[in-house]
């Protein structure tokens, strides 16, 4: 079955305490994104990755890091979460030739307290 | 920088009826695609349709359909037939087809009413 994984579903942590949020796709696809999610802004894309090796800052970068040694991998780094990143986390991909087909994943509620 | 906007944080509507989703955007660019994304209570993001702007036809998926004016930025979803399983959040969505950022409007949570 084609998806987009992430673990954890749900995270409640401390301030300052580094977490890595995992992003899997089985479908072999270039693109992928992270994306968060609060009630009034919609979803704001946080960082992306065109391909191994390759990604860019999003509209709200600041406080997170990525990775992508793996095509199907795309993991979200909080190095020292704040409580302004609790949230909603989407991570989505999409094969190059057919943006339209964003494949999302279940989300990870974030909690930092 | 583009952005999209939805002026309607919720709408309701009767089972049965037709409701329409506003949403317009603003850019620079020519070429670009816009959707229209339903999230249910399970937090699944749903792709309902999408529009490539040099399409003039506006786009149809069953039940689901678009006003694109290009001209006046405007991309809403006109829902026919309400169905109970419509009830969702729904984000309207750009994307420039040169760039890979895909910006969202900040969403209108439908409720249908039995």
């Known amino acids: 079955e084609a998806q987009v994984t992430q673990n954890p579903r749900y995270l409640i942590t401390v301030t300052g305490k580094k977490l890595t949020v995992t992003c899997s796709q089985n479908m072999n696809h270039e693109y992928m994104s992270w994306y968060r999610q609060d009630p009034g802004l919609g979803l704001r894309q946080i960082y992306y990755s065109m391909n191994v090796e390759v990604t860019d800052k999003g509209d709200v970068p600041e406080g997170y890091k990525v990775s992508r040694k793996e095509k199907r991998n795309f993991p979200l780094i909080l190095e020292s979460p704040s409580p302004n990143q609790t949230s909603l986390y989407f991570c989505?991909?999409?094969?190059?030739?057919?943006?339209?087909?964003?494949?999302f994943g279940p989300g990870t509620r974030l909690t930092v307290t | 920088a583009q952005t999209v906007t939805q002026s309607q944080p919720e709408m309701s509507v009767q089972e049965a009826e037709t409701v329409t989703l506003s949403c317009t955007y603003d850019t620079s660019e020519s070429d670009y695609y816009l959707f229209w994304y339903k999230q249910p209570p399970s937090r699944q993001m749903i792709l309902v349709i999408r529009q490539e702007a040099y399409k003039q036809q506006n786009a149809t998926e069953n039940r689901f359909s678009v006003n694109f004016q290009k001209a006046a930025k405007s991309f809403s979803l006109k829902i026919s037939d309400s169905q109970l399983g419509d009830a969702a959040m729904y984000f309207c969505?750009?994307?420039?087809?040169?760039?890979?950022?895909?910006?969202f409007g900040e969403g209108t949570q439908l409720t249908v009413n039995p």
């Open positions: 989505a991909s999409s094969p190059r030739d057919r943006v339209w087909e964003q494949y």
């Open positions: 969505a750009y994307r420039s087809t040169s760039g890979s950022r895909l910006t």
